[in-house]
């Protein structure tokens, strides 16, 4: 019985010891397998704050700006960070100028940044970023996906092979309406995407509305200066003297005869080594060294001189045909009443003969607002040459159909003044040329009605 007893407990703590064995191998080998199929310990999460605008006019996506905050972790270089946008956005069409970085401390040196179809990578080659480093992310011309709603992007950030996750941010998407979705067909047609790019003309807008205004300022100051330089002229060309005729006659067949890209050129580049303008810009003092929208006071008086000139030739040749127009008995009436000569000028021939030319004095207006366009040629920032850097950097041509639209905002309307106001001005000198009530009949229905306003066809305007 003793014998039994033994017998049974050896075997019972053999059975006990493989027992064991096989509990201990099978721990071990699911820890094993553990280590092999289980993931790399992932970076600690970090927050990720991130907001998108949008198109108004699109509901596309405008700047995606994302703020990101580099975890703890032991890192050697090259350190990766990965955007992983989905698919449908289109992370591998952005170009390099799209995609910007940069740190608020400027403690770390510029990443190598690229676009594929894993969405946007930000590599740095030359250190790695010390934790807690805040990274300000810019992101443009990503595309929209067409289902509307929240989309979640995964951040990836670690050694470049083992990028581990960092966190996670969303855009919402909002619902497009139906003129949205109409632009937004625009943008997938080749064609209309590069002349009639809502998106591209919509971000135009600010910078060419800053040129427009330049345009125009120095418009009125180049007409305002023009009008009685012109009128000058007239009178020199109308003279009986030749020492003051001939000088006059010759200077407008110059301006008139030459490009004004020209002539813009030579004065504009070529004033500055008169002494007599450096003496008159250091004169001026402060009156020579504003700005507006980084254009300086002296490239506005250098565009001014050009614009005012050349337009003074035109309008010398419209007040001369315009003074010519008036009945030589009014003056001869006015000398009669004891007026002197330029009383009778200034007091019954010029206040007729901008009667008579007032249209075509607007025409020229018209002709020297698109003129204005011809300074882009000097570095002059107007509506063009607004339209043109824009045009450089989308490499689209949408901002000068944009720029067309801010000069037919004023040339249009300009456009339909005039002609009501030389029809007014026909009935005013005539009693003819009214408001047409139908075809005329009788047998001077196809005789021209004889009209005394100046044409500008008569002064041979551009």
Known sequence: MPETDGEDTHTMFADGRTLHMRCAAAVALLLLLVSILAPLPAVAATDIVAEASFVPITATIDV??????????????????????????????????????????????PPAISASEKGVTFSF?????????????????????????????????????????????????????????????????????????????????????????????????????????????????????AIVRIPATVAIDIIRGTPMLVQLLLVYFGITYLPAWNSLMSALGPLAEWQIYAISATQFFRAIIVLSVNSSAYMAE??????????????????????????AMAYVIVPQTVRRVLPTMMSEFILLFKDTSILFAVGIFELTLQARTIQAAKFNMSPYIAAAGFYLMLTVPLGRFVARLEQRLSVAETGRGGKKRGKPKGPLADKPVPEEVISATEVGLR
């Open 318 to 343: 419209i007040f001369r045909a315009g003074i010519q127009s008036i009945h030589k008995g009014q003056l001869e009436a006015a000398r009669s009443l004891g007026m002197s000569w330029p009383q």
């Open 64 to 109: 995606l700006d994302v703020s990101f905050t580099v975890p703890p972790g032991e890192f050697q270089t090259p350190v990766d960070l990965l955007i992983e946008f989905p698919p449908e956005m289109n992370a591998a069409g952005l170009r390099g100028t799209g995609m910007r970085l940069s740190d608020k401390g400027d403690t770390v040196r």
């Open 125 to 241: 080659t030359a250190s790695v970023p010390p934790a807690g480093t805040v990274f300000d992310i810019q992101v443009l011309g990503l595309a929209t996906p067409e289902q509307a709603g929240p989309v979640v992007v995964p951040v990836k950030y670690g050694e470049a092979g083992s990028l581990q996750p960092a966190g996670e941010f969303t855009i919402d998407i909002p619902k497009a309406n139906i003129l949205q979705r109409v632009f937004r067909g625009m943008e997938k047609t080749p064609f209309l995407h590069q002349f009639f790019s809502p998106t591209i003309i919509w971000g135009s807008l600010p910078l060419l509305w800053r040129g427009f205004q330049v345009a125009v300022l120095i418009l009125f100051v180049s007409y305002a200066f023009g009008i009685p330089l012109g009128l000058t002229f007239a009178f020199m060309k109308m003279s009986r003297l």
